[in-house]
């Protein structure tokens, strides 16, 4: 077999927002880009997001700016957030946004023909900027149709469209190679073929996304295997927060085969309300003390919030994502689910059947088409589902690059930090395209300083045997049985609620099938051939989980997405340290590090009292570093 | 609860293939995606199928449920009677690559021929104000999930290889369709240069590109025949004298 081979300037693994974004930033300062991904160009998973992407523009509320947006973000992760990320997030949000519409996105308008902003939790004002329900599709197709514009460009100036931006869809990378320390390409399979494909870079952008096949219900496509977290651990970058993982409020409960596919939050940002079997409307009662200000704790209150939201408290149905998630999971270990095991949701009551179809179309067809369910008429059953990873690779905020290797950058949701410990809805979509984009500068600030890299033919044949190993064997183990024991262990051990005896379980149950997954054999051959793919997705996933327990066992407090049964409130003393994964080619380590301190400029956006919630004293005392 | 299902799914690459019957355990609600996972995980671990969301939103699991152009997650099995055999075939304009997935470059191809869309100089980014209705007739387009079942279906590349040079298919019609309502693209002649270059005049409105769209969108009425009226009004109409030379749409499988 002869290898293909290829040299460009800057390899970008992941073709969703982060990785598109990325890419164009690059391409457009003159260098050569490929852009790497598992399925077809333009079927990453930014293309099921649904609700919006949060920018501060004030279109509708012209109270809102980036230090409101700024607030919100800290308040939803917990001030576990890296403040600089959420700042910069906040800052520049809307340029991102704004940018798009002249690659040709038509958002929703408002009446007076600007983008049209909806309200979502966790959100003071309606901030996201939408199409319908479909926003991730019109993100992943301006952004595709974007790169096309450049290589018609370029094919205008050197006849040859590929030439310096050129798409490998279908190609799974299985490894970040490095020489002399530092990066110098990247190297996987086709999957059509089976075949082996070699990139050479002096720089690499990890933009695979995230991790939710790890789970055993889930939001996420086949592609969620946490290949860049795995990836970059494997490089030596670390991973930082890893046991932070969010689980959607509303996921499908019924039929079970899609069990997980997303209820989009903005059925609640549009009126939605959540009742268990009793028909009461439940919300009210999980309103947390640090929220009590915000968020009605009446019906009365909440319904006219809708009309007036400058003189009411919001409803409790837009409490940030971690709270209804465990309110939801109370009420059903409660007994008061519904048949399903899930709540209800209802926005038949508040909107017309007309209103609904025009605002919530693709929420319709999926509930038709899937459950039966005209939700115009009746109420859905919905449950929690793994959603979203708020921990990732650890990088330096203002380039993306990742802390600990020369020529690795990283972006969107396999990149740590900017969350904290809970994402805001919206706010991924706009952090693929702030951080996308500043990866993409990282890149090409270090390709002009640092020149290529090549890779010597050791490295290249040491990637190349990971590849060959499973078809080497034959009576081994089977991926997807696998596979689906991970899941099982996750599910029930590495959760949306968790003890810390059940995490020593799972800590050696995972190293159990880690051990096994070694002797993994595949049938048939190389071609298009998904148990071969399978088994370099459950290596990635493996240590994902790995890394997730660890974390997990070590945080003895409940924050955002990550709830401890046996430690149940939040701990200032916690919200100072954040868990740094590393891998010594066995196992993975956590070691604690100190969170960086606020500064005192963004400190003082903050009430003190607000901050009391979440810090010690002597952070107060201290207000915010220099 | 649970049923027995009999499926026929086609197996092969670009050389050969067969149709091979299985027989597999079928639960309440699933859909034929679930029903080829299961198969996958249980009977046939190298059996190649595309999909990604799961919920008809993505456009990946495209094939061909008896005969007719389906997305695999959107097709309720409780919709084949109990003792009825299911067919599962690739898309059949597109080459096997192997099993149930195709080569569907062919329409990266054409989206690569459609002029971008150009903004008018000066424009800064936040200045660009539109009502509602100036931009929901692009949105109807934009919503496309680039599943290419129209593509598949059209009869002018369905058993016509020799066409697909010169014809851009169903999908990019209503792309140019797009920009040419786009409140915001300033080039010219878009209408015009789908009928030269982009092959609208090898369209006879036989509407199977609408049928198979699991978007809804209404691609013959709300795209093409708008285009074609007013190339019409420009030069000479060429769908009569095309369409006769065109076969009709076979009966497919
Ligand atoms: C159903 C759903 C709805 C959502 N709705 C919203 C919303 O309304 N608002 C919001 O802000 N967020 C939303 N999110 C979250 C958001 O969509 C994702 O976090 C975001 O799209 C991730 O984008 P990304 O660019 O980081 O990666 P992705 O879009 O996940 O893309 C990852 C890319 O990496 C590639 N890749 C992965 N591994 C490899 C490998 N080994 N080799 C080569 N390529 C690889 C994949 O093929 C893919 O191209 C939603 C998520 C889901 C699942
Ligand atoms: S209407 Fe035109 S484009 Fe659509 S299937 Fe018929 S011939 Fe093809
Ligand atoms: S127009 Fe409809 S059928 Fe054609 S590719 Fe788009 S979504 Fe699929
Ligand atoms: S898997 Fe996405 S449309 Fe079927």
Redesign the pocket.
Known sequence: MTLEKYKYDVVV????????RAAVEARDAGLSVAI????LFG????????????ASMGNVNDNDNWMVHFRDTMRGGKFLNHYRMAELHAKEAPDRIWELEMWGALFDRTKEGKISQRN?GGHEYPR?A?VG?R??LE??RTMQQRIVALQQKDQRETGDAEKNLKVFAE????EILKENGKVAGAY?YRRESGEEILFEAPAVVI????V?KTFKI????W???G??HA?ALKAGANLVDMEFLQF?PTGMVWPLSVKG??V???VRGEGGILTNSLGERFMFKYIPDVFKDKYADNPEEADRWYLDQDNNRRPPELLPRDEVARAINSEVKAGRGTEHGGVFLDVSKRLSAEVIKKRLPSMWHQFYELAGVDITKEAMEVGPTC??VMGGVEVEPDTAAAVGVDGLFA?????GGMHGSN?L????????LVF?RRAGMGAVEYVKSHGANPASDATIQKASAKIEAPFARTGGENAYSLHQELQEITHNLVGIIRTGAELKEAIEKIADIRKRSANISVTGDRKFNPGFHLA??LD?MLLVAESTAKSAILREESRGGHTRDDFPGMNSTWRQVNHISSFDGEKVNIKAQELPALPKELFDLFDVHELEKYMTSEEIAKGGSK | MARTLKLRIWRGDDKTGALQDVTVEANHGEVVLDIIHRVQATQMGDLAVRWN?K?G?CGSCSMEINGKPRLACMTQISAYGEEETITITPLRAFPVIKDLVTDVSYNYKKAMEIPAMEMPAGMKPGEPRMQQVDVERSQEFRKCIECFLCQNTCHVIRDHEENKKSFAGPRFFIRIAELDMHPLDILRNRKKTAQEEHGLGFCNITKCCTEVCPEHIKITDNAIIPMKERVADEKYDPVRWLGSKIRRREEVL
């Open positions: 693994i992941g073709a969703g927002g982060a990785g598109l790497v991904c598992k399925s079927k990453a998973h930014t293309v099921m997001a649904e609700g919006g992407a949060a979502f996201l939408h329900d926003t991730g993100l992943i190609v799974t990378i299985t996987g933009a695979t996304g995230g939710g889930t939001s996420n496509s592609e969620g295997t290949d860049g990836l959607h596919i997303l989009t939050e903005s959603h979203y972006a969107g949701e396999v990149a994402r809805g919206g706010n991924s979509l706009t952090d693929l996308g370099f997705d990635n | 969301c919920a939103k």
